[in-house]
């Protein structure tokens, strides 16, 4: 985590090196996001905590990054870095917009464009009651989200991929996003591929909204 109470560079190295030291597998990096209605929310609003400012926790995710790669990380996700081979396939597949189906209890899925939950009531379950919808996708939805999840990977959106899932081309149905993002600096067209720029990696909040 970074981005905590009081945190420095140093406190992020020290961290880091302890990390590396472990030599894992696969690593997230994730940056503290205050919830209204929470306790530490509430202190920081009355100002028990302080917070590093904006600058000071981009300082801190590029260090991290940068550590991490020159130890032998790939950064293959927003958030996430991992040895060659060890990169979340269940993670992967949701970026991807690829389908999924849960069992048990409370278990969620992905399909057909609804994403649903079984009850968490064991004798409900056993009866096979149905399942709860929590979200119907149109179309368009569909298409604006594979863009949105899509840009979280480090590797971007291939163009030929879109089209071969939704027969249209992104850079067409997307044109005014698009170019106003590129415009910006967030995003960059590479031949086929369709990804953030390093000023989107520290934007990308900006991007995704585009998509929403």
Known sequence: MIGLPNQSIQNIKESLNKVITLNPEHIS?????????????????????????EELERNMYWYVKNTLENNGYNHYEISNFSKKGYESKHNMNCW??????????????????????NTEVL?????????????????????????????????????????????????FLFRNELNKLVEQDLLEVDGDIIRLTNKGLDLANIVWQEFV
Do not use: W
């Not at 990096?29 to 400012?53: H, W």
């Open 29 to 53: 990096v994730y940056s503290l996001i205050l919830e209204e209605g929470t306790k530490l929310y509430q202190k920081y609003e009355n100002k028990e905590i302080e917070l590093p400012d």
């Open 96 to 117: 991807k917009q690829k389908e999924y189906i849960g069992f048990g209890l409370n278990a969620h899925s992905y399909v057909d464009g609804a994403r649903y939950s």
């Open 123 to 171: 004798e409900e379950y056993i009866k096979g009651s149905n399942k709860i919808i929590h979200e119907k996708q149109t179309m368009e939805d569909m298409k604006k989200e594979y863009m949105l999840l899509g840009l979280r990977k480090i590797e971007g959106i291939s163009i030929q991929k879109f089209e071969e899932k939704f027969v249209e081309n992104p850079i």
